[in-house]
């Protein structure tokens, strides 16, 4: 099991005029190798909730495991924690600040004071995790790079730190289309080869298309937590989630009030699948009743 999180909630400002719960008992697991979409409206707890997962904010009831280690207890060692738990904040190209993309990357592994054959191996390796050619773009100054080049640069400092569990917040917010299916593709691969990675989104279609599990939160509870294909067929609204049903359904709605009732799926693989097996189905049946 990757993470345990069990009955966790956190107060902000609490014995305060200010003080709001921002969680509320959430429990769920994680399993090694999974790709988690949490999503939820504005302000549901889903920041809250992942900046759990490396210490950032300290547990203050409830409790998380990540692969055999009580985050609670004292004797956890935060600095190897967010070495394994790898974290990918909105963004993370505003956080670049080295001249060049190999000294940008260097930088979480510098301060491990490791070897700098160590070092540059970890900036090669990771630079090829994110599809970045190491001679290529090693001496190039990361702020003159398109956007999602930038977001993979910021993210292969991440890597960099060799983590087994990846965090991303809104990782293709911001990014043209051309960006988000850079990154997306290699978060892909990173997933396939076996790395656990939770991804925060309000995009229902990379949940649709990416997600092995979707973990609902609402005003700091649980309100799903399952494969996506159950949730999109779920009767949740999700209009009072602040979210909306990926593209392929919104299509099948459409058709179905057309009177054409079709079931295609929650991805465009299945959509187009679907429409051309219909298709194919209703050639066939024309062509014999003509005959």
Not at 3 to 29: C, G, H, Q, R, T
Not at 120 to 133: A, H, I, N
Not at 190 to 206: A, F, K, R, Y
């Given at each position: 099991?990757?993470?345990?999180?069990?009955?966790?909630?956190?107060?902000?400002?609490?014995?305060?005029?200010?003080?709001?719960?921002?969680?509320?008992?959430?429990?769920?697991?994680?399993?090694?190798?999974?790709?988690?979409?949490?999503?939820?409206?504005?302000?549901?707890?889903?920041?809250?909730?992942?900046?759990?997962?490396?210490?950032?904010?300290?547990?203050?009831?409830?409790?998380?495991?990540?692969?055999?280690?009580?985050?609670?207890?004292?004797?956890?060692?935060?600095?190897?924690?967010?070495?394994?738990?790898?974290m990918v904040f909105q963004y993370p190209e505003y956080?670049?600040?080295?001249?060049?993309?190999?000294?940008?990357?260097?930088?979480?592994?510098?301060?491990?004071?490791?070897?700098?054959?160590?070092?540059?191996?970890?900036?090669?390796?990771?630079?090829?995790?994110?599809?970045?050619?190491?001679?290529?773009?090693?001496?190039?100054?990361?702020?003159?790079?398109?956007?999602?080049?930038?977001?993979?640069?910021?993210?292969?400092?991440?890597?960099?730190?060799?983590?087994?569990?990846?965090?991303?917040?809104?990782?293709?917010?911001?990014?043209?289309?051309?960006?988000?299916?850079?990154?997306?593709?290699?978060?892909?691969?990173?997933?396939?080869?076996?790395?656990?990675?939770?991804?925060?989104?309000?995009?229902?279609?990379?949940?649709a298309n990416y997600a092995?599990?979707?973990?609902?939160?609402?005003?700091?509870?649980?309100?799903?937590?399952?494969?996506?294909?159950?949730?999109?067929?779920?009767?949740?609204?999700?209009?009072?989630?602040?979210?909306?049903?990926?593209?392929?359904?919104?299509?099948?709605?459409?058709?179905?009030?057309?009177?054409?009732?079709?079931?295609?799926?929650?991805?465009?693989?299945?959509?187009?699948?679907?429409?051309?097996?219909?298709?194919?189905?209703?050639?066939?049946?024309?062509?014999?009743?003509?005959?």
């Amino acid at each position: 099991m990757s993470i345990i999180v069990k009955d966790l909630s956190y107060v902000y400002s609490p014995n305060s005029p200010f003080m709001y719960k921002a969680l509320e008992k959430v429990s769920f697991n994680i399993d090694d190798g999974e790709w988690a979409f949490i999503v939820g409206h504005t302000g549901s707890g889903k920041s809250t909730l992942i900046q759990h997962f490396n210490g950032l904010i300290p547990i203050q009831e409830g409790s998380i495991n990540i692969n055999g280690a009580e985050l609670s207890s004292k004797d956890t060692n935060l600095k190897q924690l967010r070495a394994s738990v790898g974290m990918v904040f909105q963004y993370p190209e505003y956080q670049l600040f080295a001249e060049t993309v190999e000294k940008d990357i260097a930088f979480g592994p510098t301060n491990l004071k490791l070897d700098q054959e160590e070092i540059t191996r970890r900036v090669k390796d990771s630079m090829q995790l994110v599809g970045l050619d190491y001679e290529e773009f090693r001496l190039r100054s990361p702020f003159e790079l398109s956007g999602g080049q930038k977001r993979r640069v910021a993210i292969a400092g991440v890597l960099a730190l060799k983590p087994t569990i990846l965090i991303l917040d809104e990782p293709t917010a911001g990014l043209d289309p051309n960006g988000k299916r850079e990154v997306l593709k290699f978060l892909k691969s990173l997933n396939e080869s076996g790395m656990t990675i939770i991804t925060v989104s309000h995009d229902m279609d990379d949940v649709a298309n990416y997600a092995t599990r979707v973990i609902v939160i609402d005003n700091g509870t649980i309100r799903f937590n399952g494969k996506p294909v159950d949730f999109f067929d779920s009767k949740i609204d999700l209009n009072s989630l602040g979210l909306e049903l990926p593209k392929a359904k919104k299509l099948e709605q459409l058709l179905n009030q057309k009177g054409i009732n079709i079931d295609l799926g929650i991805t465009y693989d299945s959509a187009i699948k679907a429409i051309r097996d219909r298709i194919k189905w209703e050639t066939y049946r024309l062509d014999n009743i003509i005959l």
